[in-house]
């Protein structure tokens, strides 16, 4: 079963990286997700690389029923390690129950969405002799709400759907 483990994670590896089927050091395996990583850790490094590794391990919780704490998605494991850690995890569903429900818990910072919101405003109510710069900046923070909403939404969806599907495993055994 660690073999079909350990093929599953290389493949959903693979389906991540910019470069599938180029070589990689299983000692550091997660900075492959990259091209040609220039040092360890390089994944955490840009914006790039954390948008692949987030995919990565959100499909890997999907796929095998576990949820990474925030520990876990900022250690930097081995490939061996990685798996072991899906194992352990699945052999243990309380423990990525009560990761994934402080996870639920958390809520965005809507002070600060506020403030931010009440600052442009406060820009565009100023620029109000100039209807066209006022008119785009609305517009710019129109979309911009609009996406953060978004992301939220669909951040909770997983979230819950991966409560699910974890709470329904972990009865089952």
């Not at 490094?45 to 990565?56: E, K, Q, V």
């Not at 002070?111 to 002799?129: E, K, P």
């Not at 900046?137 to 609009?146: A, H, M, Q």
Request: some cysteine; proline content about 5%.
């Amino acid at each position: 079963m660690k073999s079909d483990l350990k093929t599953q994670i290389i493949a959903i590896f693979e389906e991540h990286r910019e470069k599938p089927e180029d070589d990689y050091n299983p000692g550091h395996f997660l900075d492959f997700l990259m091209p040609d990583p220039p040092a360890r850790r390089a994944v955490m490094n840009s914006f790039a690389g954390l948008r692949r590794y987030n995919a990565f391990v959100d499909a890997v919780q999907e796929e095998r029923g576990v949820y990474f704490s925030q520990k876990d998605r900022d250690a930097h494991y081995s490939l061996d390690a990685f798996c072991e850690r899906v194992k352990a995890l699945q052999n243990s569903p309380k423990s990525s129950l009560q990761s994934l429900n402080n996870a639920l818990k958390r809520r965005p910072n809507w002070n600060f969405m506020i403030l931010v919101n009440v600052i442009a405003l406060s820009i565009i109510v100023a620029l109000r002799q100039h209807p066209f710069v006022a008119a785009v900046l609305g517009l710019i923070l129109t979309f911009f709400n609009y996406r953060l909403y978004r992301f939220h939404r669909h951040e909770r969806d997983y979230l819950v759907r991966l409560n699910e599907q974890i709470k329904a495993a972990a009865s089952g055994t």
